[in-house]
């Protein structure tokens, strides 16, 4: 199978990528416990751009002092010093030849462990389905998160305005605002999770108003070769099977307020990226949906550690560029591999997932 386009050379705003296979975003919570950058996750990242990986986006990092951290060693840029720590994941990355954005994260009713509080926000007061993660070391449910009032929503906006410039100012080729997976911005697209009654809830173009608001304002905020994107997903980490009930209308109302936003790409994550986006005999796949209305560059995600998958999306011209989350982690060197066309690693769960053996694994005397 013809590979080619896999390593062909794509930019996205101004931010030119040797190849079209990115890294998804990967919580590590490996930083310390005050969220600072560890050496590990320095030597962690630096392996994927060694590998060949053209763009890398970090796991999800919390932006503020308040309320938007989700996890015990996640790291923050919600401090200058914390920024500072993350500029030496930057050069390693950058002298192996790749470009990494950072995904700037608030937690919203998902927290597991935040160290500046004990409660949690969301558009309303509803309890999360499911239960804490235990792989990021939670147990039980969830704690019941309060109504977001209008004023915290304003600091929220603020906070991701003001990471996205310490990001920026320590070298990062962009931010990716997380909008995906049951997290803040999620849960105001979330029909159930947003019960709200103001110009916020309510119908889908309410709905997405606060994830558009701030796609514009971190976008007008940083420098116009600075890129911003935004991931965006169905599945939500508490509720796997979640489905948006407009279908392809609401596909169409929130890629179009998108892509609208100012933004310069959306990055769509799904179970498996090719596959319908309903479940019914619409054959759209998310990827497409978002393609269509939001006319910006597209990064997709699911399942495509398989060459030809991944091949076959970017030949569709749905999707720009693939990311890789579980792949990656099997394979830090899957471009090379698949570059000569030597086998890949079958992914182990067991070895590969937990994040402080998997750091570990990469760690450089
Ligand atoms: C260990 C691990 C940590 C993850 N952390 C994040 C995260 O911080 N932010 C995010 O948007 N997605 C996160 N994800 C989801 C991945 O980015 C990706 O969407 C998912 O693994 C599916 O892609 P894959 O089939 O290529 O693995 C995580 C996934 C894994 C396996």
Do not use: C
Not at 262 to 278: C, D, L, S
């Amino acid at each position: 199978m013809d590979n080619k386009i896999l390593f062909d050379s794509f930019r996205i705003n101004h931010t030119k990528m040797k190849n079209r296979v990115g890294v998804a975003p990967m919580t590590r919570i490996s930083a310390t416990t005050e969220g600072f950058v560890t050496d590990k996750m320095i030597n962690y990242y630096r392996s994927f751009a060694k590998g060949g990986f053209g763009l890398i986006i970090t796991e999800g990092t919390y932006i503020d002092d308040k309320h938007s951290q989700t996890y015990q060693f996640q790291p923050g840029i919600a401090f200058d010093g914390q920024a500072q720590e993350w500029k030496k994941v930057v050069d390693a990355v950058h002298s192996e030849g790749g470009k990494i954005f950072m995904q700037l994260q608030h937690t919203g009713p998902l927290s597991q462990e935040n160290r500046f509080t004990n409660e949690t926000i969301a558009p309303s007061s509803v309890q999360p389905k499911g239960e804490q993660l235990q792989f990021y070391l939670g147990e039980g449910p969830f704690k019941l998160p309060k109504e977001i009032t209008r004023e915290e929503m304003n600091e929220v906006k603020n906070s991701f305005i003001e990471s996205a410039k310490r990001a920026e100012s320590v070298g990062f080729d962009g931010i990716e605002l997380h909008g995906a997976n049951g997290y803040l911005l999620d849960a105001f697209l979330t029909e159930y999770t947003n019960q709200r009654s103001d110009e916020y809830g309510g119908i889908t173009e309410n709905r997405v108003r606060f994830l558009v608001e701030i796609a514009e304002e971190v976008s007008q905020a940083v420098s116009p070769n600075f890129t911003v994107g935004m991931r965006i997903s169905q599945s939500q980490v508490n509720d796997y099977m979640y489905k948006w009930s407009g279908k392809e209308e609401d596909a169409k109302t929130i890629f179009s307020a998108l892509g609208e936003s100012g933004q310069h790409y959306i990055h769509v994550t799904e179970f498996e990226a090719w596959q319908p986006a309903f479940n019914d005999n619409e054959p759209k796949s998310l990827v497409s949906l978002a393609k269509k209305y939001s006319q910006l560059p597209i990064i997709a995600n699911g399942q495509l550690e398989n060459p030809e998958r991944a091949i076959e999306i970017l030949n569709s011209g749905d999707a720009d560029l693939v990311a890789l989350g579980k792949g990656a982690l099997a394979d830090h060197d899957w471009i090379k591999k698949v570059q000569n066309d030597e086998p890949l690693s079958k992914f182990d769960a067991d070895s590969v997932l937990h994040p402080v053996a998997n750091i570990k694994d990469f760690e450089i005397e």
